[in-house]
């Protein structure tokens, strides 16, 4: 079983922020495989189902981002896994816009969401890193990321996500490299 997470802040004034792209990565994903109906579970959001051969369990907390932690900490504990088990969807400024990049452990580069899973839960998970790139000055980086996607973004982001879900099942598996490749090979097309 693993623990997939989606990383955003709950509310539909937040839904099509960079920040939240997160719950939308996982909201595709539900959508593309037919998991089952949203539970309300461990301060979040919950929907269970099958990549491949392996259980996965959607988690999007409700918490805000500052205390994500709290919510995947719970769910943590609940199936007793370790963090070899847990999967973090999100936003990465380092990265262009629509790339997307797999690293296990790591810092949290001022990330608060990944702080708070930090603080609850160690380090050393496997993150799903989304490109939303950098705005150009540290200044103007919290209205950016707080920002909505623009209407010519969307299409690029339509592909980044589909190209994500399409090919999971190389996550789910453990094969981080063939799915960066793919979702890359995807998004070229």
């Given at each position: 079983?693993?623990?997939?997470?989606?990383?955003?802040?709950?509310?539909?004034?937040?839904?099509?922020?960079r920040?939240?792209?997160?719950?939308?990565?996982?909201?595709?994903?539900?959508?593309?495989?037919?998991?089952?109906?949203?539970?309300?579970?461990?301060?979040?959001?919950v929907?269970?189902?099958?990549?491949?051969?392996?259980?996965?369990?959607l988690?999007?907390?409700?918490?805000?981002m500052?205390?994500?932690?709290?919510?995947v900490?719970?769910?943590?504990?609940?199936?007793?896994?370790?963090?070899?088990a847990?999967?973090?969807?999100?936003?990465?400024?380092?990265?262009?816009?629509?790339?997307?990049?797999?690293?296990?452990?790591?810092?949290?580069a001022?990330?608060?969401?990944?702080?708070?899973?930090?603080?609850?839960?160690?380090?050393?998970?496997?993150?799903v890193?989304?490109?939303?790139?950098?705005?150009?000055?540290?200044?103007?980086?919290?209205?950016?990321?707080?920002?909505?996607?623009?209407?010519a973004?969307?299409?690029a982001?339509?592909?980044?996500?589909?190209?994500?879900?399409?090919?999971?099942?190389?996550?789910?598996?453990?094969?981080?490299?063939?799915?960066?490749?793919?979702?890359?090979?995807?998004?070229?097309?």
């Open positions: 079983m693993q623990l997939w997470v989606g990383l955003g802040n709950p509310g539909p004034q937040y839904a099509m922020q920040h939240n792209v997160g719950f939308m990565a996982l909201d595709v994903l539900a959508d593309m495989h037919g998991f089952g109906s949203v539970q309300k579970k461990f301060q979040g959001w929907q269970e189902g099958r990549l491949g051969g392996e259980k996965i369990i988690l999007k907390p409700a918490t805000y500052n205390e994500s932690g709290r919510s900490g719970e769910a943590m504990r609940f199936y007793k896994l370790g963090y070899d847990l999967t973090v969807f999100h936003d990465e400024l380092d990265l262009p816009p629509f790339k997307v990049k797999v690293k296990q452990g790591g810092g949290h001022g990330h608060n969401g990944l702080r708070s899973i930090d603080q609850h839960c160690g380090s050393d998970f496997r993150r890193r989304l490109g939303i790139g950098h705005p150009g000055h540290k200044d103007r980086v919290t209205g950016y990321v707080l920002g909505n996607y623009a209407k973004e969307q299409e982001l339509v592909d980044m996500l589909g190209a994500v879900s399409a090919e999971a099942e190389w996550l789910a598996r453990g094969d981080a490299p063939r799915f960066m490749n793919e979702v890359a090979r995807r998004q070229q097309d």
